[in-house]
């Protein structure tokens, strides 16, 4: 495979994988998620490898989730919503070697989510947490939602959702959203020292683990397909549109004069 959206290193037990779209913030698009599955597939099948780091390019942000330039209400590719997200968020679980988010700046939407699902994650002290689909016509049905209630529990994942604020690192390490905060400029040494530690483990303890962890929430996997079958007829809709739109023009979107417009047949 040719990576044209990430950049993919293997070194010293270690696959990285850096979303190298700072343009757009790191957003990712359909290319983007399937190189990142593509590559996590590799690292797992590498025995070389005991731990993938999943990052993003630049200072700003780990990702900010869909790209909102190439959003058009309908997607062309593969999967349901014409982005083979649900293969990459399994790929995320199947692999059976940790994955350590390298949280630097803002992780977003869609980027959030990816963070969540990851084993581990390690932020900078400048990372930024947050979701933002009702806020721009969308939602993550399954692991960014029902997987997030079981990490930061019912009350805090439902804020999360329903208010789309912004959480700085020491609040998401506090909710159990982050394993480490650090200073910024130390980032790469303690995740570094992170992945020391796991190569030093028993590869084989590690995978039962991870699979045994997995198999608690795997449902989820389910609630997620439906759920994406719903948000691929959501996109169609006005209201999500308005909320792309709104987005692309910076302003504030009006989802009800939305949704009223849709449903005067407008
Ligand atoms: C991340 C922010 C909070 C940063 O805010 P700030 O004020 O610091 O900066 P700007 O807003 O001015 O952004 C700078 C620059 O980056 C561009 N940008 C940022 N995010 C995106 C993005 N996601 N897509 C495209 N472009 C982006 C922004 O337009 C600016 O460009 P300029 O050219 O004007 O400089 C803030 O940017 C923010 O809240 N971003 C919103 C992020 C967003 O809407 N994310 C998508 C949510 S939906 C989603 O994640 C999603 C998930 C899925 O699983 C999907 C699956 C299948 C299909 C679609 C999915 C999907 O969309």
């Excluded at 010293?12 to 979303?19: E, M």
């Excluded at 779209?21 to 005991?50: C, H, K, S, W, Y």
């Excluded at 030093?200 to 389910?222: C, L, Q, V």
């Amino acid at each position: 495979m040719i990576y044209a959206d990430i950049k993919y290193e293997k070194a010293d037990g270690v696959a990285r994988i850096t979303i190298d779209r700072p343009q757009v913030m790191n957003a990712f698009r359909g290319e983007t998620i399937e190189e990142m599955t593509a590559a996590l597939r590799d690292a797992d099948a590498d025995d070389a490898i005991g731990v993938i780091v999943l990052a993003g390019a630049g200072d700003r942000a780990f990702c900010t989730g869909g790209d909102q330039s190439t959003h058009s209400g309908t997607y062309a590719g593969r999967g349901v919503v014409g982005i083979p997200i649900e293969e990459f968020h399994a790929a995320i679980r199947d692999v059976r070697i940790p994955v350590i988010a390298r949280v630097q700046g803002y992780a977003i939407g869609g980027g959030n989510v990816i963070a969540t699902m990851c084993d581990m994650t390690i932020a900078s002290e400048k990372a930024i947490f947050g979701q933002v689909g009702p806020k721009v016509g969308s939602v993550d049905p399954g692991w960014g939602t029902a997987y997030l209630a079981r990490i930061v529990g019912e009350k805090k994942a439902r804020e999360i959702w329903y208010m789309c604020r912004r959480y700085t690192a020491v609040e998401a390490e506090r909710m159990g959203l982050v394993n480490k905060v650090v200073p910024h400029e130390e980032l790469d040494t303690e995740i570094e020292s992170w992945c020391r530690e796991i190569l030093e483990r028993s590869p084989t303890a590690i995978a039962i683990a991870k699979r045994s962890f997995n198999a608690d929430t795997n449902s989820i996997a389910g609630i997620g397909n439906l759920g994406l079958e719903a948000l691929a007829l959501y996109y169609q809709s006005e209201e999500s549109k308005e909320g792309v739109k709104a987005f692309m023009e910076k302003r504030k979107p009006d989802f009800r004069a939305a949704r009223r417009r849709q449903k005067a047949g407008e």
